[in-house]
């Protein structure tokens, strides 16, 4: 199995809320580790579904305005499909981020297996195209490469305090247009926090752009979306900016 521990970029905090969902026949959250009677069981096979309620909690599995949210739609998938080693992974740092400090072994978990079930590439387990294209440039040798994971390895370990200050939910107004690019499978930096945001801010401009078949590696899974993304609602914003200068 190919590791998917490294992640381009980190999330927004999220907002949780108290939904009641429903989930594929079998899809299990942590706080459902009893096993159904054999009646219940019955009853969910004949439903074709399993009704959950959650609670509101940083790990709550729960569907917003555009789908599922949250740390537990990985631990949900895993428990569906039998996965001893995800379930263990993810229950280790549960509740998470809870109490205790966020450290880069932690995000890691709880951006793994929500990854590898679809979160970092939409409909992949692994994202090869984008982790092994070093391979293919002339430019880069073997300690090139291995020099990648080691940069962004220090990276983190240096903005890390910084990063976890930041905080963008009381932010109200900001004086630059805003664009959002958002990947509806996107469990790697869940977009559903940015489209919240996004409709409270008031700012000079400011326009988010779904992508229904991208989770977090958009420019790779939509290039032509993208691309026209960019032409239509970024450019004349670069074109005002000239005029306004001249």
């Not at 899809?27 to 004949?46: D, F, Q, S, T, Y």
């Not at 293919?136 to 962004?152: M, T, V, W």
């Not at 004086?175 to 801010?201: C, N």
């Amino acid at each position: 199995m190919r590791r998917v521990d490294r992640s381009p970029a980190l999330a927004f905090p999220r907002i949780a809320a108290v939904l009641t969902v429903a989930m594929p026949v079998m899809a299990m959250l942590a706080a459902c580790n009893r096993a159904p009677e054999p009646g219940a069981l019955k009853e969910i096979r004949m439903r074709g579904e399993l009704r959950v309620v959650t609670i509101n909690s940083p790990t709550t599995y729960y569907l917003g305005t555009h789908g599922a949210e949250g740390l537990e739609f990985g631990l949900a998938q895993a428990k569906a499909r039998n996965n001893a080693e995800a379930i263990k992974e993810i229950e280790s740092i549960a509740p998470y981020p809870g109490g205790k400090p966020v450290t880069r072994e932690r995000i890691i978990i709880a951006r793994k297996w929500p990854q590898f079930y679809g979160g970092l590439s939409a409909y992949r387990e692994t994202s090869p195209y984008f982790f092994d294209a070093p391979l293919l440039s002339p430019e880069y040798d073997f300690n090139d490469r291995q020099a990648i994971d080691k940069g962004n390895v220090f990276t983190l370990g240096r903005i890390m305090p910084e990063f976890l200050a930041v905080d963008y939910t009381g932010v109200r107004s900001f004086p630059i247009p805003v664009v959002m690019f958002m990947g509806r499978h996107d469990y790697t930096t869940p977009s559903e926090p940015t489209a919240k945001w996004l409709e409270q801010v008031k700012a000079p401009y400011k326009r988010g752009i779904w992508f229904e078949h991208s989770a977090h590696m958009i420019p790779w899974e939509e290039p032509g979306k993208t691309l026209m993304s960019l032409v239509q609602y970024v450019r004349p914003l670069a074109g005002d900016a000239n005029d306004a200068e001249r």
